[in-house]
Structures are given as structure tokens and as C-alpha cells.
């Protein structure tokens, strides 16, 4: 995550899409404003003491981040709804009887502004915090461990199982179709990570800082592994096809071909973007890894992320292979 949150959109709505974040915030933050509605607000004038900056500063920031704060809870109160907020609370939200209309904020977006303000050194100070608590929660729902925190995914372990199905059916094809030494074997899956996220497996583990030792797939997310068994299966498949239809082993040079043809075939381009774009904004997000090559593909991760990586549903491995659920699942892909 950037150091500077008033540059980027994408790391502002990482914060506020983390629920777990945003909780430990709140806490430390103590902010106060009006819970209304299951929320808490606060009104433009309260927003303005807190931060310390005058009004008019707000207003610009509602202007040129219009999009973005209303994604985010800002609003404006007119008609019943103002009235209501009135009955409620009276002289609590300093708002004149003759008031029409109100903007207010809600904890979010509070915080996208005060991510946003570069005039205010309470912004900063409130920014700095954001960091150090995103930072530690991140570390204390992972478990310490946000290198293999895509295995907390309850969807990893049977995607990690097919994939390693895929892969033998693909070694095998090397081997018996392709008329190569076998360095065959390393060179051709660095040729599929490349056709999946453009990265080798050494440009991989030099950004997730793997030790040599360790499987790059063991930090792979799902969606990555899926798009990996697909190239791969649709690789062993066209491979036995045209060495069958040649009456030998393919060379080198015709497997590239291949690969190239299925790299840009439409069927899957939607499965190796949705690739791109998890591994990419994910790692980003959670182990603060930048995959430069894939750096068109980095969006705000959602907050059913946080969810299924960090919340009530995600595991450590070791728990997953504790659970009857799971062997279930592996025994139901066995017998296919």
C-alpha cells in the first residue's frame, strides 16, 4: 500500500472496502457524530472542527471527489429525510429549523476525506494512523503469514488439488509429445505463467520474496491456479492432437505456436483476466506486492475479499486439512 493515500484511489478504497480495517479505526478514532439509521454521521460543520480546515476546503473536495465520497456515504439530506434526522436529534447536529438541505458523512467517508486532504494536519495524522492499523490488522487476521494468505481461501485447496491433477496431464504430454531434453519441463511452465500473469517463475518469487524452495503455486490464488490447469490441460490436448496428426513428437518451435494461439484465445480471455486482475490487486492489497507487469490490471479489492481471506470464513491450512468438509471435496475429485 502507498505511503501517500491523497495519490490513490485504489489504496483509499482498499482501506474502506475492509471492514475489519474500519472497525479498528473507528476505535481508535473515536470520532463521535450521531448514529442514525444503523449508521454514524457527521454533519459538513462537524467534519470541518475535526479536521480543521474551513469550509469552503470541504466544498472543493466534494467537488473534484464527487464520485468517489458519495460511493463512499456522503450525501445530502432533503425533505423527509432531514426532517426526520431534525426530530431525532434536534440541536445535536447544530442545523437551523429553516435548513432544506444537509450534507453529511458517513464514518467512511469521513475517512476517504481526510485520506484526500492535504491541507489538514490532522488529515495526516489521521492517515498515518489508517496505515498502521490496516497494516496490523492485515498481519492479525492472516495470521502473520500474508505471503500464503490466499490459502486461508476456503476455495484454494480443491483449486490447488485440480491444478496438480492438470499438471500431470500436462508433464506427461511433455514428455511423451514434445522432442526436447528435459529442461522441457521448467521451460514450459515458465511459458504458461508468462501466457497467464507475464511473469517467470523467478520474476514471481523475486516480488512475492519466495524462498528458492518454495512453490511459487503454493501462493497462487484460485482463480490463478484455474486459469493455469486450463492452459495447461488445453495445452495436452492439442499437443497429442498434432503429434498424432504429424506421426511425431513436436519441436519446440510448434509447441510456442500453441501456446500463442491459446494465450489469445477468446474462450479465455475472461479466465485469464479475472486471473490477472485478483493476483494483481490482491497481492497489492494484502502483502503490499506491486506485479508491475500487471499493473493495468490493479482495481480496489471488494469487500467480499476481506471476508474470504480475513474473516469469519477463512482458515489456515493446517484447519482445512483437519476438515471433514474438505477431504469430502478431494474425495468427490478423486473419483472423477
Known sequence: MSN????????????LNNPYALEKIQEHLGIGGITWQGEILLT????VRLLGVDERTVERYLTNHEQELATNGYRVLRGKSLKELKNSFGTDIDVGT?????????????LNLAMLLTESEKARAIRSRILDIVIDVIAERSGGHTQFINQRDEAFLPAA??????????TTALRDYLDMGNFKYGV?????????????AKEYRQILKLAEKENPRDSMYAEVLQAIASIE??????????SEELGRKLRPKELDEII???EHNPYL????????????????????????KLQAYVQAVPATDFERFMGETSKALEERLSDPETLAVFKRLKDR
Not at 488439488?161 to 500436462?170: A, G, I
Not at 494483481?280 to 506485479?291: G, I, K, N, T, V
Open 188 to 200: 514450459y511452465t515458465n511459458k504458461v505463467y508468462k501466457a497467464v500473469f507475464h511473469e517467470d
Open 233 to 242: 490441460n488445453g495445452l495436452a490436448h492439442e499437443m497429442k492432437t498434432r
Open 260 to 262: 500463442d494461439q491459446i
Open 44 to 47: 459538513k460543520v462537524q467534519v
Open 161 to 170: 488439488y485440480q491444478e496438480f491433477s492438470y499438471r500431470q496431464v500436462f
Open 98 to 110: 429553516k435548513t432544506t438541505v444537509l450534507g453529511v458523512f458517513s464514518f467512511r467517508a469521513f
Open 269 to 292: 480471455k475472461p479466465t485469464m483476466e479475472q486471473a490477472r486482475t485478483r493476483m494483481a490487486s490482491r497481492d497489492l492489497c494484502f502483502r503490499d506486492a506491486l506485479h508491475e
Open 4 to 15: 501517500d493515500l491523497t495519490t490513490s484511489t485504489i489504496d483509499r478504497q482498499n482501506v
